[in-house]
């Protein structure tokens, strides 16, 4: 049989040359910047808020997390997100669905373990043991007689919308939500990166989910600008890359940032097909609203923001690696790095930062926000929230 090879030219090569020009110093547009001020008040206010969980995270897409975290049938997983109880849940027929964890008799949290599969047959609820099958209907009543006019096929979980594109899961937080999740379509451009880089192939290895007193959009500035690598992580990852040269685009809502390593420059004596944004530069996708990838050399970190008030949010960090660890090294090594870069960098150093800004503001010692050069992306992120909520 032959193979039908269809070439697809890599997105790299011409996002390297930027970044070539970027350390020659022939400076990119964010040099020609304005400075810009951001409002404080984008952080605290609790209308703001309510329109953003409104027409963001209740309309829009969201990621949350990897298919592989899910493989096995029977597997179940159930979060809190923006407020409202999520399960997902593999179906004894191989599919993935998510519901709303929340008994259809008078409300009780169905699956009451936050954060962590668990594998059943079926959903038993701890109240009444109403009890439901994998794929949501309603499977059994104790004591039925009580219960003389119920139309049972109305009274399966309700769902919420789901798709799995590019190995990731994706939903949208309304069970209202009517139209079919066209996640290539809202991922514009950036669609055919996510496929270059394989996150399909990608495995899940662990997951972390923390509570943090600061606002989402707190978060996705400190992982949208470069100025504090060298100096907040001087002390973990700062010198792995060279101070803040990197080049940045919007794409539609998103934002795609490629940053230059100490290995970048190595790139001129290679051809360009093997340039690679995990080695020779650490590329990062901001997926509009709430969702950061990033590629580190040998795995892929994906930060998923959940809001549930004005100043807390739920910070959930998932890696992927390119395969399962195949042994004990393997498995040793992918703890140290998950060990470095969940608690040492991320929750050691920028989620204390975004935490403290938090607290900062509500003092009212900033009347605005100063964003430079070196910061644009906050700026274009900021645009596109604004735009979203007009
Ligand atoms: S609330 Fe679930 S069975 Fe009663
Ligand atoms: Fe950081």
Redesign the pocket.
Known sequence: MTAIMTSVASPWPPLFERLLAELDRKASPDWQAEQVALDPRVYLDRERFAAERERLFRRLPLCVGHADQLAEPGSLLAFELCGLPVLLARGRDGELRAFLNV?R????RLLPEQGTVCRRQSLI?P????TYRLDGTLAGIPRAEAFPCLDRTQLGLRKLPLAVRHGLIWIVLDPEHEQALDIAAHLGELDRELEAIGLARHRFYRQHAVRRATNWKLIVDAFLEVYHVCRLHSGTIGSFFVDAVSVNDSVGPHVRSLIAREDTPEIRTLPPQQWSPQVHGTLVHFIFPNSVFIYHPDYISHLGLFPSAPDETLFVHTMLTPEKPADEKAEAHWARSFELIDTGVFNKEDLVVCEQIQRGLASGANEALIVGRLEQNLRRFHSAVDAALR
């Open positions: 008994c008799h008078r409300g009780a609820c109240y009444h043991a109403w």
